[in-house]
């Protein structure tokens, strides 16, 4: 494997259930982050984490949970979204905060 | 609030033709510019990245940075509809600035035959 991993690439959850995203790099960064993309909407970035510690936080509601176990992994833990919380999930690594790498994305709906 | 803008076009130019990509952004601070080629569907691929003022160039790809007008630009030469796609700009400030790239919406580029 190399780049940037993110499983699944698609999911369909309730509003009331829970799932967990993953992500995993495999170029030796040391930063890592959660994006989300909707239509017509540019990029917006959820968490970064830098030597598995969270740097940065933008208001993201509670029902999104990040969890960085180690410098090659990435997880968001989702429950109880909402319909509108439905986006392509994109995780992203870089070294020193410098150009960042993309995973291929998980496709989220929430029904 | 930092911000990137970019027109969201559609840009359209026939193939063989140069597409011209612009982003201006507003914090004179940034230190680091980034071009992301999307495709329908995909995530971003980084581009080019460029860090001083003036032209870099890489393969039909040619970056332009101006930080006194506080924009950038990136010129795609001899177009192919491979690259129609859309077009993001990321902007990100020095050390000591925010950890975040901030993205603009990107411009939708289409190249037709």
């Known amino acids: 494997e190399t780049g940037v991993t993110q499983t699944p690439r698609h999911l369909v959850m309730g509003m009331t259930n829970k799932k967990s995203l993953k992500c995993e790099q495999h170029?030796?960064?040391?930063?890592m982050y959660w994006y989300k993309q909707s239509a017509k909407k540019p990029l917006e970035l959820m968490f970064v984490?830098?030597?598995?510690?969270?740097?940065e936080n933008n208001s993201v509601p509670s029902r999104f949970s990040p969890e960085c176990p180690n410098s090659s992994h990435l997880f968001l833990h989702l429950h109880t979204l909402q319909p509108e919380d439905s986006a392509l999930y994109l995780c992203?690594?870089?070294?020193?905060?410098?150009?960042?790498?993309f995973g291929q994305g998980t496709r989220l709906t929430v029904v | 609030q930092k911000e990137v803008e970019q027109n969201s076009g559609p840009l359209s130019v026939p193939e063989g033709a140069i597409a011209s990509l612009n982003c201006t952004y507003s914090d004179r601070g940034s230190q680091s510019f980034f071009w992301y080629r999307q495709y329908s569907g995909k995530s971003p691929e980084l581009i080019m990245s460029i860090y001083s003022n003036g032209d870099k160039e890489d393969g039909r790809f040619t970056a332009q940075l101006n930080k006194a007008s506080q924009y950038v630009s990136l010129l795609i030469r001899d177009s192919q509809p491979s690259d129609s796609a859309t077009y993001l700009c990321?902007?990100?400030?020095?050390?000591?600035?925010?950890?975040?790239?901030?993205f603009g919406r990107g411009t939708s580029l289409i190249v037709h035959p």
């Open positions: 984490y830098s030597l598995e510690e969270r740097v």
């Open positions: 992203a690594s870089s070294q020193d905060f410098g150009e960042a790498f």
């Open positions: 170029l030796g960064h040391n930063a």
């Open positions: 990321a902007v990100r400030q020095g050390a000591g600035g925010s950890y975040r790239p901030t």
